[in-house]
């Protein structure tokens, strides 16, 4: 998919198990027809966040393999904060352009630069994730959660600060 990427120039490349999804030890599950709810103060952090830089949302999470109308129908079913814009390739996209042999290679580094050369972008980009599965040139925009606590205001300066990199 080709996105019109002049009408956006930051972009948050977001996990989901582990940075919104609250982590269930004991007690019950609150869930809706998506799945288990994501907790609530991990989604302010979130809006904050896009409050604060404008970006826009790709999902780089396992989730996206229910596509991309799924998402934006469980963002805006669930008043979730952001546009929610598109999906990373797979494994198999990955593939398929000659990045990797075998998809048990890939990384989600991969997906995440595959979707980068296929929109052309070159604005300021934020991966968040609790797995460190990136490629060595996307140290300086990944934000590594702790899955124990996902994302909280520890975190909002980092990612705040990668996506307005150079444009004040």
């Not at 604060?52 to 904060?81: C, E, F």
């Amino acid at each position: 998919m080709f996105l019109e990427s002049n009408s956006f120039n930051k972009v948050i490349f977001l996990d989901i198990d582990g940075v919104l999804k609250p982590e269930v030890v004991r007690g019950r599950v609150v869930k809706d027809k998506y799945g288990e709810i994501f907790d609530q103060s991990n989604v302010d952090v979130l809006a904050s966040i896009i409050e604060q830089t404008g970006a826009k949302i790709v999902i780089s999470s396992t989730w996206k393999y229910d596509g991309l109308d799924k998402m934006k129908q469980m963002w805006n079913d669930r008043h979730l904060p952001g546009d929610v814009i598109d999906i990373t390739p797979s494994e198999m996209d990955v593939v398929d352009a000659g990045i990797e042999d075998f998809y048990d290679l890939v990384k989600r580094g991969h997906e995440i630069q595959l979707w980068l050369n296929n929109n052309d972008f070159n604005g300021n980009y934020v991966i968040i994730d609790d797995i460190d599965d990136m490629l060595d040139n996307q140290a300086n925009n990944f934000v590594k959660i702790d899955s124990r606590i996902r994302l909280n205001e520890t975190y909002i300066d980092r990612i705040i600060s990668i996506l307005n990199r150079g444009t004040w």
